[in-house]
């Protein structure tokens, strides 16, 4: 009866959703990721994801997103359900929507990459972003920019430098890529709401 009723009431807001806006998700507890990033207001934001409907305007609600083990398309009740606090931001450059869904979606199956590299076969969150959305002369809208493992004290954390150590690298720090967290700044997204969901209930908050 509780799922229902959430059900319901996500039917009813998620109509004011696009089509390619960026969904960016906060974590209640700190990680690795916002360790050396952080996102719009300070916002702890270590995921991003793309709005996309199946079947077209009146078409199913779901995202497209790079996590563990590949690019997946997700129902947005269940993405919700494993990422309850989100920020939606949508993109203010002059680009085409459709084409730009369409690269994403044609990275789904792609394995996720947990290494952060630029150039290889696998994707991350915000490099599917990155890479695909472009403007109406094909140009990227997010230029790629260096990559931060460091805390705000400059030093590359413990849990960066074990983690490359282990798997025989080093640190890609300054490496060009991208984060969702730095992505979230950038002007050419405008932040227009935030999706709240505590598992009975959800709040949709819109700015403008």
Same mark, same amino acid.
């Given at each position: ?42 916002? @702890? ?72 590299? @630029? ?24 230029? @790629? ?34 984060? @969702? ?28």
């Amino acid at each position: 009866m509780i799922l229902s009723v959430a059900l319901t009431a996500l039917g009813q807001s998620v109509k004011d959703l696009r089509e390619g806006d960026l969904l960016f998700c906060c974590t209640d507890t700190a990680n690795a990721i916002t360790a050396v990033t952080s996102g719009v207001e300070d916002l @702890p934001i270590d995921h991003v994801a793309v709005f996309h409907r199946i079947g077209g305007e009146e078409g199913i609600p779901y995202v497209i997103e790079a996590v563990k083990p590949a690019v997946r398309l997700t129902p947005i009740d269940i993405f919700l359900c494993n990422n309850p606090h989100v920020i939606v931001g949508r993109v203010n450059a002059d680009f085409y929507v459709q084409p730009s869904v369409r690269r994403c979606l044609a990275m789904v199956g792609k394995p996720y990459d947990d290494l952060y590299l @630029p150039g290889d076969s696998a994707i991350y969150c915000s490099e599917l972003v990155q890479l695909n959305y472009r403007t109406v002369s094909n140009r990227l809208i997010f230029e @790629p920019v260096p990559m931060s493992f460091h805390d705000k004290t400059g030093r590359v954390t413990d849990y960066w430098q074990e983690f490359y150590a282990q798997r025989g690298m080093t640190v890609p720090e300054g490496a060009p890529g991208t984060n @969702p967290g730095e992505l979230s700044q950038r002007q050419e997204v405008n932040i227009i709401g935030k999706i709240l969901y505590s598992g009975h209930d959800i709040l949709f908050h819109w700015y403008r």
